[in-house]
């Protein structure tokens, strides 16, 4: 399925919100080392971590194909994506 540039940027962007979302839960809660979480915190940081990876996952994948579909390297559409993501951010 080809994807569009924006649909990258915004994969990306939900990638970046989800990895926000779990090193605040990490801030929050403290090194599970140092702090026995509590079973809920747990699973949310858990489900919150799987997110995030899956989220990540799907984005590498779709810049991989959009790169191979336009005879592209992935690193270069990559940091075209990320100045994107930025750019919106500041707007």
């Known amino acids: 399925m080809p994807h569009a540039f ?3 940027v915004e994969k ?3 990638a970046d ?3 926000q979302q779990v090193d605040e839960l990490r801030h929050a ?10 079973k809920q915190q747990t699973a949310t940081y858990e489900t919150a971590l799987r997110a995030w990876r899956d989220l990540d996952r799907d984005v590498q994948s779709a810049l991989a ?14 940091t075209e994506v990320e100045s994107a993501v930025r750019r919106t951010e500041h707007q």
């Open 17 to 19: 919100q989800a990895h």
């Open 65 to 78: 194909q959009y790169a191979k579909e336009r005879g592209r390297s992935r690193p270069e559409v990559q």
């Open 6 to 8: 924006e649909e990258l």
């Open 12 to 14: 990306q962007r939900a």
């Open 29 to 38: 809660y403290g090194p599970p080392t140092e702090h026995e979480w509590t």
